[in-house]
């Protein structure tokens, strides 16, 4: 029997099967740790998340989402989060766990989608999310930008780093759906990314991130934006 569309939730379950199905995609990515991915290769943070505690950024109870293989997390635990670390693969969560372990770093991994998370209304002094917008399909956006408000506590920040156009292609929403794909991930102009955010944010800072090469204490990749925003 075919399901009916009843609720608004209906409508975004209808629109997410025509695309691929996100958690056998991840599972499949973290398969092997040993792959030409960037980020894989890295152990330390951010380079502009490490600017942001630099210049005095205090993350208090900390939330990441789609941390990966952890490398955030573990430099935001390190200095004095209260870290909350959530992504969709189980891999990647068991990569993240191992390598916190390692590093003496305490943080509440779960694997989870941000879309089932439970939390605590307005509880978060920081959110990162770095990786996770870029393949949000358009549908979903809303929700993840109620989920960040939701969850921030008054002032609280929100750090963002996705792909710029010359990170991936700048496919507008609705071709999406005609081609049922997202292209690896979507390349945000900074005039598009800004209009998602721009009513209920204030900028702090917008530039690409700092190439840096490999091995570093740091990750950067200029293919990608950076983002500190505060909630309005």
Request: charged share 30%; aromatic share 12%.
């Amino acid at each position: 029997m075919e399901k009916a569309i009843l609720h608004h939730n209906d409508i975004l379950e209808m629109l997410d099967g025509l695309l691929r199905e996100p958690k056998l995609f991840w599972e499949g990515f973290y398969e092997d740790r040993d792959k030409e991915i960037p980020f894989f290769k890295a152990e330390g943070p951010d380079e502009n998340l490490a600017v942001y505690v630099q210049n005095g950024l205090q993350p208090g109870r900390t939330l990441e989402i789609g941390c990966g293989p952890g490398r955030n997390a573990i430099f935001l635990a390190k200095n004095g989060a209260k870290v909350d670390a959530i992504d969709l693969s189980e891999k990647a969560i068991i990569w993240a766990a191992e390598r916190a372990n390692k590093s003496q770093a305490d943080i509440n991994f779960g694997c989870i989608s941000l879309f089932d998370f439970n939390f605590e209304p307005h509880t978060y002094d920081f959110i990162y999310d770095s990786g996770m917008f870029h393949h949000l399909p358009p549908h979903r956006r809303l929700t993840y930008l109620e989920i960040i408000k939701a969850a921030l506590k008054p002032g609280g920040k929100f750090g963002l780093v996705c792909f710029n156009t010359d990170g991936a292609l700048p496919t507008p929403d609705w071709e999406v759906y005609r081609l049922r794909s997202l292209k690896g991930g979507i390349g945000y102009t900074e005039d598009r990314l800004k209009a998602i955010f721009k009513d209920d944010f204030n900028f702090l800072e917008f530039r690409k991130m700092k190439k840096i090469l490999q091995p570093s204490d740091l990750f950067g990749e200029d293919f990608l934006w950076t983002c500190l925003m505060e909630i309005k």
